[in-house]
Nanobody
Framework: QMQLVESGGGLVQPGGSLRLSCAAS????????MGWYRQAPGKQRELVAT???????NYRNSVKGRFTISRDNAKNTVDLQMNSLKPEDTAVYYC?????????????WGQGTQVLVSS
């Protein structure tokens, strides 16, 4: 069982920056692919970025060049640096930990942190 706790959300003006952090505990962090997802009101949850244990990162097209995901396996944390924020980035952002090997599949979520981009 893994516990994920997000922090760092808030209100920011368009063009501003925020850094989200996710602290993990309860399992072997380095085994998991970590990700950030978001859900805007009335929309489905969507993937923002993921990062594997060795560090390869993937991003949805709309955030490429603006967002950066990073992880620290020693501290059991994964961060999302968000720059040049746009109103359409407004959503609840969720941290995710995923592991799949053979018959073993684990998928954990944090409680979410609100990001509001507005002037």
């Amino acid at each position: 069982q893994m516990q994920l706790v997000e922090s760092g959300g808030g209100l920011v003006q368009p063009g501003g920056s925020l850094r989200l952090s996710c602290a993990a505990s309860g399992s072997i962090f380095s085994l998991y692919t970590m990700g950030w997802y978001r859900q805007a009101p009335g929309k489905q949850r969507e993937l923002v970025a993921t990062i594997g244990s060795g560090g390869p990162a993937n991003y949805r097209n709309s955030v490429k060049g603006r967002f950066t995901i990073s992880r620290d396996n020693a501290k059991n944390t994964v961060d999302l640096q968000m720059n040049s924020l746009k109103p359409e980035d407004t959503a609840v952002y969720y941290c995710n930990a995923a592991f799949s090997a053979g018959k073993y599949e684990y998928d954990y979520w944090g409680q979410g942190t609100q990001v509001l981009v507005s002037s």
